[in-house]
């Protein structure tokens, strides 16, 4: 079983940054999927960043220019980089690995954006 920890979220004000990080009990060189997903009340949840085995990235419309998703597989760590964070960022984020036909999910972390 893979155990997933997020980290990093918090109360911003609109504009601001925030890095999320989620550590993996497990060795993340070679995963098929990395991602990150958020839900916001009342909202499914969606994808909003994710990075193949390739190091290949997806990015949701919404935060295309903004976040950017990364890696330290020394760390077994994946990153998420908020910038100009908006009132509509606010959400719940949850880190996901995807790994052999199974996927895994951490426990989530909360990001509000209000001023």
Avoid at 39 to 60: C, F, H, I, W
Avoid at 90 to 113: E, I, P
Wanted: with cysteine.
């Amino acid at each position: 079983q893979v155990q997933l920890v997020e980290s990093g979220g918090g109360l911003v004000q609109p504009g601001g940054s925030l890095r999320l990080s989620c550590a993996a009990s497990t060795t993340i060189f070679g995963i098929n999927s990395l991602g990150w997903y958020r839900q916001a009340p009342g909202k499914e949840r969606e994808l909003v960043a994710a990075m193949a085995r390739d190091g290949s990235t997806n990015y949701s419309d919404s935060v295309k220019g903004r976040f950017t998703i990364s890696r330290d597989n020394a760390k077994s760590t994946v990153y998420l980089q908020m910038n100009n964070l908006k009132p509509e960022d606010t959400a719940v984020y949850y880190c996901n690995l995807y790994n052999n036909y199974q996927y895994f999910w951490g426990q989530g972390t909360q990001v509000t954006v209000s001023s």
